[in-house]
Nanobody, 126 residues
């Protein structure tokens, strides 16, 4: 079992930046694919970014590509999502996800991930 805990959310002004963290426990995630998603009320969970087990491959949704960076520090069992140039439409609950998939295809669908955190709220004011 893998437990995931997100942190780093909060209230930020438009144009600002946040770094979200996802700390894993229960076992090492060094051989896991990790992802970030977000969800607004009454909307489906939206894929944002994924990083493969080695950290050598990343993939981003169009909505955040160019202004977000996903990274991992396996020594800390932690994954990060750096988000810049935040917009009010980025307001949502942000979730971290993990799966023991080690293939080459980026995982972009929520059902492809086995483990989920509880989420952290990000609010961007205009």
């Amino acid at each position: 079992q893998v437990q995931l805990v997100e942190s780093g959310g909060g209230l930020v002004q438009a144009g600002g930046s946040l770094r979200l963290s996802c700390a894993a426990s229960g076992r090492t995630i060094s051989d896991y694919t990790m992802g970030w998603f977000r969800q607004e009320p009454e909307k489906e969970r939206e894929f944002l970014a994924t990083i493969n087990w080695s950290g050598g491959t990343t993939y981003y949704a169009d909505s955040v590509r160019g202004r977000s960076t996903i990274s991992r520090v396996d020594a800390k069992n932690t994954v990060y999502l750096q988000m810049n140039s935040l917009k009010p439409e980025d307001t949502a609950v942000y979730y971290c996800a993990a799966d023991d998939y080690s293939g080459a295809v980026p995982l972009t669908r929520s059902y492809e991930y086995r483990y989920w955190g509880q989420g952290t709220q990000v609010t961007v004011s205009s």
